[in-house]
């Protein structure tokens, strides 16, 4: 996929708690809130702050950019997008982010294309160590940028900086090391899905299940995947979906065993869903439109 | 202080981030929330989860129960408190609890008298072992409850769901080593007042200087403690601050240099607050109302 590489534009913060609903109330009430000379007294923040809730509310998908207000008004206005609506919204799936699932949902969005957090993308589908320090991030990812973005200039330190926040946002006891007086630990932490080597500056992708991670979303990202990559294709393979770039195995770090059981139990009784093993070859295939079906296991998920 | 004892009463859910302001939202809209038919319908949870978000409202005081309508209608309605609406209301101090200050007012709020939650009181104030286990806890407890409330009966199940409470919303790694697959980990870990000891399920409590816990916030709580004291002394040792129940020394589990300090750049150039060593009796000395001086500490944290 050819995004816009897009680095460092969180000024150091990692997203927070109370800063998914803070931007959907503020952007509900005036879709101008964040070049308001007041932004800072609106949301209570200071001015990098103001600009890092607006970074995260678009990376998230959870703000769009409305176009047609920011001509006639000469500023950047901001609508909520479908999926901010369906989550944050009054009736929403979890406005108030209690559910695990919510959480491994603005994951899966804030990766799927169009990306927005470029190192976050390289670093879930590009970056295969095993065991690795922020430096060895850095070095892979800097080789990436150079070869896939030959156009664009871009400084160690704001790659070092997106490198820390995936790190800060990811790794739950990264904070602990360091001094940081104004901070609450991120949301994210919750996922484990990058996990502290001992003592040490080292780390590993935590490959395998994860117990607050439910069948049904996973199944509904398998077809959000498929849906998202444009292709009519009425059929995947187990293997596309653990392996592809962007796919529910790589970005949730899924191992083969555990994609196939949350799959299976994930679909249920189902009609609409198959599962189908022919000679090793594991597919799912499915009759309906996949982002509808994904878009209804997702609301069920809710209603339970 | 005499409170009455509360055990219990979360149904075993720890408080979770969303569901602060989630009661706030609620409780604004109908202060029968909780007693109508269609209290999960219209908060989005279980029926244990209704009742876990309703003493959770009023045990960290943000919510009151309102006795005058509650004759009228034949069923309890709440309120939100005056801390509620300092802190969560619309122009409040951090309705989105983005700075940790909140968490450790929240924190203080808890166990400041009248506490309804006695195993937290307990832990905090009259625990004092090195390093403990669950059952360390429990056992003391048990003692604990037998001679300060003899005329109570409570079973074992429920101080043993009130001590794994405890240290689940407090102990970081607490969390990952359970199969919890509709839980989020419990904001209040990031206070580090309980920490867990190398990978056995022994426990110490994490004396000394908390980073993200700032110094104003520190002494605010220090007045509030006079105040809530309820006797007009216009001066207090530190070491009372320090080792008296309920005190900011004893909640945040601070020494003696670190609570010195705090007090120190908490008062700056505040003339209306004096900190005076007088061979060797450290006192904190003031000339108006605490709990005026105390809100002023607050305000002015959340202004800056």
Known sequence: MNDVPVFARHETFHPRYGWFKK??????CDEHIFTREDATVVLGVGKNMVQSIRYWGTAFKILEESSVTSRAQRSTGFGISEFGKNLLGENGWDPYLEDPASLWLLHWFLLKDPCKATVWK????????????????????????????????????????????????????????????????????DLSLIKQEGSAKRFSFNYGKKNNLPNDIILATCLDYIANAGHNAKTISLTNLLHDQNSPGMLFKLTESV???????????????????????????????????ADNLIRDHYRD
Chains 1, 2 share one sequence.
């Open 122 to 189: 390289f670093t879930f589908n590009e970056f295969h160590r095993d065991s690795f320090t922020s430096e060895d991030i850095f070095h892979s990812l800097r080789e990436h940028v150079e070869s896939s973005y030959p156009k664009t200039t871009v400084k160690d330190s704001s790659l070092q900086k997106d490198i820390n926040c995936v790190l800060r946002m990811y790794v739950d006891s990264f904070n602990h090391r360091q001094v940081k007086e104004d901070s609450i630990d991120c949301p994210f932490t």
């Open 23 to 28: 931007c959907y109330d503020a952007v509900t």
């Open 259 to 293: 994609l196939f059981e949350a799959v299976e139990r994930g679909i249920g009784d189902d009609k609409r869903i198959v599962l189908s093993d022919s000679s090793g070859l594991v597919q799912l295939s499915f009759k309906e439109d996949p982002s509808i079906l």
